[in-house]
């Protein structure tokens, strides 16, 4: 870190923690604003070992800090009102690795950790092995993988089963859903007619709605009893839906004072998930409950601050289990995992988490999955040429066309995977095709960002005759709703098109997919805050899968651009991706990780 620029929010922040602390300190100031900082930009908390000992530009100003001895000895032990160890009630918290807080990220953190460190030594009930044994051979029947590969579906079951808390980590195409709904079949079987309350849930309206159906076409095809099948859940919802939004306020219906009554709560894409609505989520548990997360732990962090799935998953740490576990896997399952020696010290969640391998949507020889691998593990020119390999038809380079050449770049591209969908003579049609293909985008700005495309689309399609975009709502516009409106039941990233409903005066309505399979019109007046979306970030597309994408990379370097970035844009798309972009850049963005800070990690992972 060398350079950082405030915003005004950062500044009367710092001024007013100044005049609280009574004392007047530049020091103390500036902190504050990077820390201020640090939170806007997904940090959790603001690492002091960054800033010790080096010279940082504040805004135009250049400011020398001392070392991180004399750091935290002046910000612990000067007398500042306004700074308290864990445990205090401060505004502002500084721990003992060097770590300074906003208290209520503080606590979102600390009661997250201890209540995942519960969870993790609590067992899951006493087990029926012979049952489980039979459910497991049953339900999990048909392994592909080579002779003496491990069947990580039934390692995550087991574990699943076993303890309160179970992480289950995958990229795109290896089985996460179809695992946990066989998960959910083995609990039922397991109650023996028992009464079990289980809550399927995502961050959005739309991983809800895919969790939704996913679940429900899985549901059929389970080896189980059809008594079964009909206990396995058939709604999935909001996280906010589950606990309960209460309007105008960032509590919930449903807290530690007020728990769920589910006995399990399964969530999707956790990895959109932010650390206070999981701090949130995982108090409104009862003790008991069993919590199941689903996500790639690779993918892109959420929005807004920390990334608590990866901080969960301890960073792409590789498992080691403990010997007891291995023993039960191997005697109930067959399957042989890695374990530490007889006595030897694990984390707590070490048997907790489990990283799914297998991919069964990419074979070896698909560019999709072979880019992504390699931006996975940091190597920006072996991706590069996978994507330049004429052998990949899947995954394909494009050299960014300057900003007056973007609509010859585009046409073809825009007629063929938008040209259908305009001519579709229903909206539920028009809905179907529109959701097989998709632009995406590293920023929302500038030429090559969700704006500029967007417009560059547009003016395409009205050349082609396709749509008049002369008003604001014309035939055929996407839409993509960004807020949640619990009134209308419309869901940030659920999307919409623009369609006559059939009326003999041609009026318009926006129409989406309802829960049922059909669609339903919503006035456009009455939509809720929402944006076009021809193009859309890739950020906005965690917890979507597009047939065919176009990822658009912007021509200059910028700290957005992450090998999560690239990994999740890549991984939207089943059979086809194009990245348009330059190639230094791209290398650049694969050899970036990002960095969330936070504590969570260490104290659920305090060896790794």
């Not at 445990?87 to 721990?95: K, Q, R, S």
């Not at 728990?259 to 206070?276: C, Q």
């Not at 548990?285 to 959420?302: M, T």
């Amino acid at each position: 870190m060398t350079h950082t620029e405030l915003t005004p929010l950062d500044r009367r922040f710092a001024d007013f923690i100044l005049r609280e602390s009574g004392k007047p300190s530049p020091l103390l100031w500036s902190v504050v604003a990077m820390l201020s900082r640090a939170v806007q930009e997904g940090d959790i908390c603001l690492d002091l070992t960054r800033i010790a000992g080096r010279e940082i530009r504040i805004d135009k100003e250049m400011q020398t800090f001392p070392d991180i001895g004399e750091l935290l000895a002046i910000l612990g032990e000067g007398g500042f009102s306004t700074v308290g160890a864990p445990g205090e009630f401060c505004p502002l918290v500084l721990d003992g690795a060097g770590r300074l807080y906003l208290y209520r990220y503080w606590k979102y953190e600390s009661d997250l950790a201890a209540a995942i460190l519960r969870k993790a030594a609590d067992a899951g009930g006493t087990l029926d092995g012979e049952l489980l044994a039979r459910g497991l051979e049953r339900l999990f029947a048909g392994f592909p993988g080579e002779e003496g590969e491990t069947d990580w579906q039934k390692v995550a079951a087991l574990a699943a089963l076993r303890k309160n808390v179970c992480i289950i980590s995958g990229g795109p195409g290896t089985g996460k859903t179809s695992t946990v709904v066989r998960i959910i079949a083995l609990l039922l079987e397991q109650a023996k007619g028992a009464p079990l309350r289980i809550a399927l849930a995502a961050p959005t309206g739309k991983s809800a709605s895919r969790l939704r159906e996913s679940v429900s076409s899985m549901r059929e095809a389970l080896a189980c009893d059809p008594s079964i099948k009909e206990l396995v859940p058939r709604e999935a919802v909001t996280i906010h839906r589950l606990l309960g939004s209460i309007h105008g306020s960032t509590r919930f219906f449903h807290s530690q004072e007020n728990p769920l009554s589910y006995d399990a709560v399964i969530v999707d894409e956790a990895s959109m998930v932010a650390l206070p609505l999981m701090a949130k989520l995982v108090a409104a548990l009862r003790p008991e409950a069993r919590l199941i997360l689903l996500g790639d732990r690779d993918q892109l962090s959420s929005v807004e601050a920390g990334a608590a799935l990866g901080d969960l998953c301890g960073g792409g740490r590789r498992e080691t289990f403990s010997l007891e576990f291995a023993t039960l896997v191997a005697k109930i399952s067959g399957v042989g995992i890695p374990a530490a020696p007889a006595g030897g010290a694990l984390p707590p969640l070490a048997d907790a988490l489990v990283v799914l391998r297998r991919n069964y949507r990419f074979p070896s020889e698909s560019g999709i999955g072979g880019a992504a691998r390699e931006v996975n593990a940091g190597r920006g020119r072996e991706a590069m040429a996978i994507l330049k390999n004429d052998a990949f038809f899947d995954a394909v380079w494009r050299d960014l066309p300057t900003p007056d050449k973007r609509v010859r770049a585009f046409t073809e591209t825009v007629l063929d995977g938008y040209g259908r969908f305009l001519q579709a003579e229903t909206a539920d049609e028009a809905l179907r095709l529109f959701s097989a293909f998709r632009f995406l985008c590293a920023l929302n700005g500038g030429p090559y960002g969700v704006e500029g495309i967007n417009a560059v689309i547009e003016s395409i399609l009205a050349a082609r005759g396709l749509i008049d975009p002369r008003p604001r709502w014309y035939r055929g516009r996407p839409v993509l709703v960004t807020v949640n409106d619990y009134n209308l039941k419309l869901f940030n990233g659920d999307v919409g098109i623009t369609f006559p409903d059939g009326g003999d005066d041609g009026r318009l309505r926006v129409f989406f997919s309802d829960a049922d399979g059909g669609v339903r019109g919503v006035s456009p007046v009455r939509l809720p805050a929402h944006e076009t979306c021809y193009a859309m970030t890739i950020h906005k597309s965690q917890g979507s899968e597009f047939d065919r994408t176009e990822m658009i990379l912007p021509g200059e370097n910028s700290a957005i651009m992450t090998r999560e970035l690239i990994y999740t844009g890549i991984t939207r798309a089943k059979s086809g991706v194009k990245i348009w972009g330059k190639e230094d850049i791209f290398i650049a963005a694969v050899s970036r990780k990002m960095d969330r800070k936070s504590g969570l990690r260490n104290a659920l992972w305090p060896a790794g």
